[in-house]
């Protein structure tokens, strides 16, 4: 994932959906409330659900969830194997993120199947919804291939 270039945040807001959901992973790693809570639509239906969370809706909800979140310190999830569909003005994003810990052992990952929903809407591209579960491994994914029809 290309990161965004210091003092270019407030520019890329108004990019694409891949330039909001870098802009939302580098808040989730800076612990900055104000980009990521920018990064969503402000609309009173916005929804995000932390693994083996609630459903928190509206931003208020999400905000202070994030807030009590970055109180323990920031969270170094990155985005892998990035699926996407993208269509009049609706982009889904199913990504596989990879969360980095310190424990007493050393560095070690943890494994989220994250889901998110952007629209487009007269602020450019935001974030709608955040839906993330807990992952098994990196194998988290079991693809089938087309079969030829004809």
Not at 102 to 126: D, I, M, P, S
């Amino acid at each position: 994932m290309p990161r965004t270039p210091p003092g270019q945040r407030a520019t890329i807001l108004g990019g694409s959906a891949d330039e909001i959901e870098t802009a939302f992973y580098e808040a989730l790693e800076s612990g900055d409330i104000e980009q990521l809570m920018a990064c969503w639509a402000d609309e009173d239906e916005v929804v995000c659900v932390h693994p083996g969370g609630p459903r928190l809706v509206g931003a208020l909800a999400i905000r202070a969830a994030f807030e009590a979140m970055f109180a323990q310190g920031t969270i170094r999830a990155v985005p892998e194997r990035v699926r996407r569909i993208e269509m009049l003005g609706a982009a889904v994003h199913n990504v596989l993120e990879r969360i980095d810990l310190l424990t007493e052992e050393g560095a070690e990952h943890a494994w989220v199947v994250a889901t998110n929903v952007y629209f487009k809407g007269a602020q450019g591209w935001r974030l709608v919804a955040h839906h993330a579960s807990p992952g098994r491994s990196e194998v988290a994914e079991v693809t089938v291939p087309a079969q030829l029809l004809h």
